[in-house]
């Protein structure tokens, strides 16, 4: 046999090979048996809770060993709180929506334990295995309903007794090998998709809009998971896009760790992409990577707060805008802000929850090994590094960042947001392209400041070090809009 036959004949055995696997995986998908949910009894006439028929078909389908739950199109759902199970996929088809009940009664699973003064559940799970969520179809969340009046900034928040109704989105904990892709997600009145103590999980396309009025809004928090690919998504929210904490109340899941988010356009009235500020574990080995942040109050947050550290964090390749939004929300337009503060001691509803069991006061971890790579960011305030203490900051490097600073909003600025912290909360100060507080170890180089045209009297210099140590500066260029 030639050389030449003998290479066809290879590719004949591979084709073949291919063929036979596509022909077998084609058969395990089909027989992949679909749970509808009306056949459970659900009615879509947006006004019948469904949460008993939504809970028959995803246990039905659990039950069998694996299923697909089809939530099907043309139809609102409404329904109260329900859980997913193991080896299902939860399919909203293109033109179905599933819509949270406005019944503030029928929440009653606190989304923290015991603390039962930060939202409830509604979507949730414990110990899951195998679940997907996609579909071209529609989560909502239903939030304005669980509003007070409307501000011209902010939604009123309703008081409440003990616990607080407001819903988080979806709440999965404890779960290994999550998929969510291709989705629409909207209108959450807490945090929107809490993944907790999770292994193993990716989310991609999805798009996530939140109003940006209504606060705790967060879009995806990453609560002492492993292993988590976050891409290709669009989120609004009022509270933060996409963030990264150790909550005390799971402290038994350990480190937040292995984290990758890619290709994603954020907005945010508080902070796009956050570490903190709950932090009582590890926060380490994170690639923040393509990202465009639109018409955000903050940009870019270390927001170090507890005892917990955060290390070897990259962002690369990102593209900022960023201006001044009200006191409401935390934050002064910094484009880029990484700190280590002590939390503040507080009386309000939630303060027990934040320090060790049986402390009024907290501690604080360093964050270390960051780097800023490639950052473009038009904004109304510089970058801000600072901790309380020495040797809580350190090893900072910024490499190619470029800063526009120019005056866009008619809101007073001159202030750095330091807020929740047990130091002095806004500070006012002259805003630097780079102000450095306490810190040390901070390179910045091939990067540059331009200031724009409208240049109040509180904007300062390029570099402003209060207590700042070994700063390394290997090119920073400054230019003047005229």
């Known amino acids: 046999m030639t050389s030449v036959s003998f290479f066809r004949l290879q590719q004949l055995l591979f084709a073949g090979a291919f063929l036979f696997l596509f022909f ?24 019948t809770n469904n949460a008993v028929a939504l809970q028959k078909a995803i246990d039905a389908a659990s039950n069998a060993g694996g299923g697909r739950v089809v939530v099907p199109s043309g139809a609102t759902y409404l329904t109260g709180p329900f859980n997913l ?72 928040l309703k008081p409440f007794n003990v616990v607080d109704p407001r819903p988080h989105l979806l709440t999965i904990m404890g779960g ?14 807490y945090w929107t998709v809490h993944l907790i103590g999770c292994d193993d999980v990716a989310i991609d396309n999805i ?24 891409s290709n998504c669009y989120i609004e929210s009022g509270d933060d896009c996409i963030c990264l904490k150790n909550r005390r109340e799971y402290e038994e899941f350990g480190a937040c760790e292995n984290i990758v988010v890619s290709n994603c356009t954020m907005s945010s009235r508080s902070c796009a992409i956050k570490i903190g500020s709950e932090n009582m574990d590890r926060i380490s080995r ?19 707060r507890d005892e917990g550290t955060v290390s070897d964090v990259i962002f690369s390749n990102i593209l900022i805008d960023s201006h001044l939004f009200s006191d409401v929300w935390w934050g002064k337009a910094e484009p880029i802000y990484v700190t280590a503060y002590r939390r503040a001691n507080g009386n309000n509803k939630d303060a027990g929850w934040r ?25 109304e305030n510089g970058v801000y590094v600072g901790g309380e203490t020495p040797g809580m900051v350190s090893n900072i490097m910024f490499d190619q960042v470029d800063l526009n600073i120019t005056k866009t909003t008619n809101i007073p600025g001159g202030v750095y947001d330091r807020r929740p912290s047990k130091v002095e909360g806004l500070i006012k100060a002259k805003i630097a392209g780079f102000y450095l507080d306490e810190s040390e170890n901070i390179t910045i180089r091939n990067s540059s400041l331009t200031w724009g045209a409208n240049r109040p009297d509180y904007y300062g210099g390029a570099i402003q070090k209060e207590k700042a140590k070994q700063v390394v500066v290997k090119q920073l260029d400054e230019r003047f809009e005229k």
């Open 286 to 304: 994170v690639l923040i990577n393509n990202c465009i942040i639109t018409k955000s109050n903050r940009g870019i947050g270390i927001q170090n």
């Open 85 to 156: 199970k193991s080896n299902i996929e939860f399919e909203v088809q293109v033109n179905a929506r599933v819509l949270a009940s406005p019944d503030e009664k029928l929440y009653t699973q606190s989304a923290f334990k015991d603390n039962k003064g930060e939202g409830s559940i509604w979507i949730g799970g414990q110990n899951l295995n195998n679940v997907t969520l996609c579909g071209a179809g529609t989560l909502d969340g239903n939030g304005i309903s669980f509003m007070g009046a409307e501000l011209e900034d902010s939604y009123v």
């Open 24 to 47: 077998i995986q084609g058969v395990v998908v089909a027989q992949q048996k679909a749970y509808n949910i009306a056949d459970y009894g659900a009615v879509g006439d947006g006004k």
């Open 176 to 189: 290994k090998n999550i998929r969510i892709r291709d989705l629409n997600i909207k209108n959450s009145a």
């Open 355 to 379: 320090f060790p069991k049986g402390q009024t006061e907290g501690r604080i971890g360093k964050v270390s090994n960051i780097t800023f790579s490639n950052i473009k960011a038009t904004s």
């Open 207 to 230: 798009t996530l809009l939140n109003s940006l009025k209504v606060r705790n809004s967060d879009g995806i928090d990453v609560d002492h998971s492993k292993n988590v690919r976050i």
